[in-house]
């Protein structure tokens, strides 16, 4: 497994639980990446984005709240992660909630933070209005220097915030500076890699997806635990795998909608929802022993999860976790095939791995398989194929006569990628039956290689655009 990169600066934002944290970070990056809640406690991992604030460009690492715990505590491996980010960082921005004024809390991880011996600046968030002047005369007594007021939620004290952020972070070059042209890099220099491939992986809370992530890593990246609902955002992390960059996603388990009551879990599934939509592969993270105690093949939720990827156009695998831990494994995956094919039949032959994250078995085949969907999910077929395939298809099955009348394609091109899509032409398009139309889209996938992966083919009326005009 091949390990990410380090940015160039980054600025890792700390502090007890709800002094605003994730809506400072949500700020820089400028877009609402980290959960936002009254609750304390939201952010349990660290989240990464790529922040900009005038001229600055870096990399901001949102951090959970430090509190003090029992050493198997999530919060004690809460606190672990926050000061694996502290370690990673040039700069630390320790903030403090100017309306509740300095607590003892503050003071003990002020202390804390400095035997780091990294740069800090002190924030004194929520300072809108006159609530917060108080706690603001307080942070003196950090003996941190003069803190930089600032309101989060309301952009206020942004600028104060960039003059003091200019002695550590240097300024990003002016837009198309770096660039030359045709695409080339500058000086001589290889070109920059390609884009990432997104990869999701999502599944039931407890199935071993933060594992996963850890284990793919090589480091403790996520907290991990028996605990179920440990992950609630979405983390994103730029990773390589052979050479390929990848941005891999953990997500925050997705249970029955009807099971699901508190609103900070509601967010979670969401940002969870979000994750997929904006992914390339999903992983869909399934409990060997979950499988093996419902002794039916998969669960109706991880079907809904599986038909949801379908349904958003996504590449999917299936990994079934913990697969150490199966007594039958022969009949498990036999039940797990037939659960697919009973109920995913939209998309044949989606892939199937058994896995231990925790044994770190079976990754490298798992992995193999994501590119693997990946480049058929980028496929493109040449015209000219699509319509030989498409000649021989209607003469083996010719369309069926409506109201004496034989339904006549004239041509088929693929419109996309990203899920492959393709466009039928042919008269009488809208009485064209489901069935043929089945029939047209398992030929695609079995002639060009589109197995596993969401396949799309869209019916349209009149003559053949490429035709010459008469």
Known sequence: MSARAEPEFTVAIVGRPNVGKSTLFNRLVGRRMALVHDTAGTTRDRKEGRARLFDLAFRVIDTAGLEEAAPKAIETR??????????????????????????????????RLRKFGKPLLLIANKCEGRAGSGGIAEAFALGMGEPIALSAEHGEGLSDLYHALTAFVPAAPAQGESAAPDGEAPDGEPPPPARPLTLAIVGQPNAGKSTLMNRLLGEERVIVGPEPGLTRDSIAIDWQWKGRPIKLVDTAGLRRRAKVSDSLEKLSAI?????????????LLIDAVTVQDFGHGLEKQDLQIAAHVEAEGRGLVIAVNKWD????????????????????????????????????????????????????????????RLNRWLEGALEANPPPMVKGRRIKIRYMTQARTRPPTFALFASQAERLPDTYVRYLTNGLRKAFGFSGVPLRLHVRGGENPFDAKK
Do not use: C, Y
């Not at 903030?95 to 002020?110: N, S, V």
């Open 325 to 384: 831990l199966v007594e039958d494994p022969s009949k498990q995956r036999r039940l797990v095939r037939e659960s697919l094919e009973r109920s995913l039949a939209q998309i044949q032959d989606v892939p199937l791995v058994t896995m231990s994250a925790l044994e770190g078995t079976n990754l490298d085949r798992l992995m193999q398989e994501v590119l693997a969907v990946d480049e058929k999910w980028n496929k493109r077929v040449a015209t000219a």
């Open 78 to 111: 809460m606190v672990s992660q926050t000061l694996k980010a502290v370690g990673d960082a040039g700069l630390i921005l320790f903030m403090i909630d100017a309306r509740a004024g300095l607590t003892p809390l503050d003071r003990h991880f002020a202390d």
């Open 271 to 283: 940002d969870a929802m979000r994750a997929i939509q904006f992914a390339d592969i999903v992983v």
